[in-house]
């Protein structure tokens, strides 16, 4: 397991992606600590707002926490989106992306 209170990203769709077809994207941020962190989204690395929700902290059994993200998207091929994720305790930035490459095939979280 990671070091308590790095936080650990990945990005997936809701549903099966399909180009053209809407979806939503979930960002889930795990091992959090403390539960002070900042999660934003980028499409082709310009921010995204429109639609964003996030959820309320949810405390693990190993005395860490897990937080979702989720945004509207219409998937195209070669759109990249990232979940940012910044810890408001040293400013450290992790990030997750997803995209859709010219083949259609789902490029998963890195």
Not at 35 to 61: E, K, N
């Amino acid at each position: 397991p990671p070091f308590p209170g790095i936080p650990v990203v990945s990005v997936f769709p809701a549903l099966p992606p399909v180009l053209g077809e809407p979806n939503t994207l979930v960002c889930l941020v795990e091992n959090i600590f403390p539960p002070a962190l900042d999660i934003g989204w980028t499409l082709a690395g310009v921010p995204v707002t429109r639609g964003v929700t996030h959820s309320p902290y949810s405390p693990t059994a190993d005395l860490t926490f897990v937080r979702f993200s989720h945004v509207p998207v219409v998937p195209a091929a070669g759109d990249v989106h990232a979940c940012v994720v910044t810890s408001r305790r040293d400013n450290g930035t992790v990030v997750a992306y997803w995209g859709e490459p010219g083949d259609g095939a789902a490029l998963g979280a890195s």
